[in-house]
């Protein structure tokens, strides 16, 4: 018989108590799996769309958290494009636009250029780019044109005006599949911010991160009011990124909290009513390490079973959530390695924390007294 | 003078007391003995003399709160315990003391992790223990599917696991029927003599005390006689 036979025995024994436990530790890992998958995948995307448009820095007003409030005066760019070590600077205008009829809300609306460097990385499916004197025309993420169910040559209409679809296309970041790009004039005259931009985006002449910071330096000090940020730390100092990280360590905590005192309920109550099984171990003369590596191992496994179920509820709960119009655009339906990393450590952790007072407990145990106790 | 050949008793106890922590109830109260090597010895007297406890104590499971146990002339408190208790001795209790989720053969193999024999071998060694104490018929059950007597054969598989030299056995006929009671002490018996065993039985009854080579009584924590 091996070892694990014995710790398997004990758990079967127990049925109903091993699948509650497992359940109630595998929803928390899926919670924390799901989140953290989603957070990462925020991030991701975003940082995608950066490195594909090979943009180094984004430049804002000063103090704001987030592209969307930020507000700048379009001639702006002509200042950036003559400080020393700029290769190019395209202006973008950012907002959000609904389409309630469909139950899509916060869709990304970008105005662009035609020709700028934002148009890198957009892979035309269908139709063609938006160009210069372009007027209401608009081009449809793969994901929203298919959840609108439009395609090129229909009419779609974008905070109440009418726009003609010239293009479908697709990017690798999800936040662009889900969204649309309008001739940056029209959103600019759409959202009352006539020769106003919501940020620049800047290509340097090196893309050495010590080459960028130093521009960065050199933006700033040139030109009072604006913060240029290297792309990297734009993303992660993002609010909506930064909230969704904040609330995935959140849930991780709760779920640790709460999933190790499940755990060590479980574990403190089979220690409990196997006093005299335990007495019976120490009498035959385990040693006191062999029986904590028995009760360790039991909370080992059951662990281990919450980061198996809980990664599968977690792929689960994704694929559920895209179902959903308004998400699809924004969460990628394939949680990355990294987080089913994270589950394991979690179903790990969990056993170490929740097992080990009830491991040490049992291996505590007086032999007579514990025999008594049968 | 001493002689040189002449080898120290098994198990030597010298002036054994044992009180309870609250100090109210004294177990025992200087109780001294000795068991040579091969000696089937009955323990018995009425019940709260302190039977289990001396037990107990002799197999290094408790500690005496004065006095010390030498076993092989080597004081008990210098040696390590669960070693001893693991490969030296094997203990048999009134109430069998299997654990449910077990068979029969996976039973008899508990002991045998902190036992010298390698994985693959404990299977075949506890398949034979058990063919020795006649459950050849009987290894894959678990011990609800046992009778009472089968169980106790089962335990007494389990006791020597290990092969230790010396049995410890706890009132053993305690919960058995007289037949069964017969064929379990005949089986005790048997297995000493194929083994060479030291049997120490603690029991309350008169047949198994009659059938040990020495009897020794307690009475309210003191060897009255033996």
Redesign the interface.
């Known amino acids: 018989?091996?070892?694990s036979?014995?710790i398997a025995?004990?758990m079967?024994?127990r049925k109903v108590r091993t699948a509650l436990t497992v359940l109630g530790l595998s929803v928390g890992i899926a919670a924390v799996m799901i989140l953290t998958g989603v957070a990462w995948g925020f991030e991701r995307s975003f940082m995608k769309i950066y490195q594909t448009k090979g943009i180094d820095l984004v430049v804002v007003r000063a103090g704001i958290s987030n592209q969307l409030s930020s507000n700048l005066e379009e001639s702006v760019a002509d200042r950036v494009r003559k400080v020393q070590g700029v290769a190019d600077v395209s202006p973008s205008v950012m907002d959000t636009v609904s389409f309630e009829d469909r139950n899509l809300v916060s869709v990304l609306a970008n105005g662009w250029e035609g020709g700028s460097r934002l148009f890198n990385g957009v892979r035309l499916l269908e139709g063609r780019a938006i160009k210069a004197g372009d007027g209401r025309v608009v081009m449809l993420g793969r994901v929203l044109g298919m959840n609108l169910g439009k395609s090129v040559g229909d009419e779609v209409g974008v905070a109440g005006e009418p726009f003609q679809v010239v293009g479908i296309f697709e990017s690798d970041s999800l936040f662009e599949n889900g969204g649309l790009i309008v001739p940056i004039r029209e959103l600019q005259r759409m959202m009352g911010r006539q020769g106003q931009v919501t940020g620049l985006v800047v290509a340097a002449t090196s893309a050495e991160p010590g080459f960028v910071e130093a521009l960065s330096r050199r933006i700033e000090r040139d030109i009072p009011g604006v913060a240029a940020v290297p792309a990297r730390n734009f993303v992660q100092s993002d609010l909506q990124i930064r909230l969704t990280k904040t609330m995935a360590w959140a849930t991780t905590a709760v779920a640790l909290v709460l999933g190790s005192i499940g755990l060590l309920n479980t574990m403190v109550m089979s220690v409990f009513e196997r006093t005299?099984?335990v007495g019976?171990?120490?009498?035959?003369?385990?040693?006191?390490r062999?029986v904590l590596a028995l009760i360790l191992g039991e909370a080992m496994v059951l662990g281990l079973l919450g980061a198996a179920v809980g990664t599968a509820l977690a792929y689960l709960g994704v694929r559920a959530l895209v179902l959903d119009p308004t998400s699809r655009g924004f969460i990628d339906p394939n949680l990355p390695p990294a987080v089913v990393g994270i589950g394991l450590g979690m179903g790990l952790g969990l056993s170490l924390l929740g097992g080990l007072y009830p491991a040490l407990r049992a291996a505590a145990l007086d032999?007579?007294e514990a025999?008594r106790h049968? | 003078m001493s002689n040189p050949d002449r080898r120290p008793p098994l198990l030597r106890a010298e002036g054994l007391v044992k009180m309870y922590s609250d100090g109210d109830v004294q177990a025992l109260r200087g109780v001294s003995l000795s068991i040579e090597a091969g000696e089937w010895v009955a323990i018995t007297g009425p019940s709260g003399c302190g039977k289990t406890t001396l037990l107990q104590i002799l197999g290094g499971l408790d500690r005496p709160t004065a006095g010390e146990v030498f076993f092989e002339g080597s004081p008990l408190g210098k040696l390590d315990l669960d070693a001893f208790r693991a490969r030296r001795l094997g203990f048999v209790f009134q109430s069998f003391h299997l654990l449910s989720t077990l068979s029969a053969l996976e039973n008899v193999q508990v002991p045998m992790f902190e036992g010298p024999w390698p994985r693959s071998e404990r299977a075949s060694r506890a398949g034979a223990l058990l063919d020795e104490v006649g459950l050849s018929h009987r290894k894959l059950h678990r011990p609800g599917r046992l009778s009472v007597g089968e169980r106790q054969r089962v335990a007494i598989a389990r006791a020597l696991a290990n092969g230790p030299g010396l049995i410890l056995a706890d009132e053993p006929t305690g919960n058995l029927d007289s037949r069964t009671q017969g064929e379990i002490m005949e089986l005790l018996a048997r297995l000493r003599r194929e083994r060479s065993l030291t049997l120490v039985v603690v029991t309350h009854s008169h047949e198994v005390a009659a059938a040990a080579d020495r009897e020794i009584r307690l009475k309210d924590g003191r060897i009255v006689e033996g």
């Open positions: 018989m091996r070892f036979t014995f025995r004990n079967l024994n005299g099984e019976l171990l120490r009498a035959l003369g385990w040693r006191r062999r032999p007579t025999l049968e």
